[in-house]
């Protein structure tokens, strides 16, 4: 499928200040990874990867074709950026995944039949249930 040793080496991480609460820690420790993959200029897709991952991640990337993703779960940068590069090969995976095109199939007869005899059932069960005609 693609290399992930290959990928590895295209990315680009930024470790900036992380927000919300942490107290005095967070405003002097750098430990949100962010990381930048530029996907129009990739060496490991072929184009028809890139053609599905563009389409597929249309929403996630810049105007330039870059995918950015961060993560702040943790207060250490090392299981953020584990954390951002396994959030990546997730992404990817389930973006390259090609659907199978969908078959329409005809309704058996058998099926039609017993939904119309179940509705003909019906229909006299209530046809019962009303006043006789006295004419």
Do not use: W
């Not at 949100?32 to 200029?41: A, C, M, R, S």
């Not at 810049?62 to 090392?78: A, I, N």
């Not at 992404?91 to 199939?105: D, E, H, N, Q, W």
């Amino acid at each position: 499928m693609f290399s992930e040793e290959a990928l590895l080496k295209e990315f680009t991480f930024k470790a900036v200040k992380s927000s919300g609460s942490g107290g005095q820690h967070v405003n002097k420790v750098a430990t949100k990874v962010e990381l930048y993959f530029d996907l129009n200029n990739s060496l490991v897709f072929s184009e028809d990867q890139k053609q599905q991952l563009l389409l597929k991640l249309r929403h996630k990337l810049t105007k330039d074709g870059v995918l950015v993703l961060q993560c702040d779960d943790t207060r250490s940068q090392h299981k953020n950026k584990a954390l951002v590069i396994k959030r990546f090969f997730e992404l990817i995976r389930r973006s390259l995944i090609v659907r199978k095109k969908r078959v329409a199939t005809k309704t058996p007869r058998s099926v039609i039949r017993k939904r119309l005899k179940n509705k003909r059932k019906q229909a006299e069960k209530k046809a019962n249930r009303q006043k006789p005609d006295m004419d």
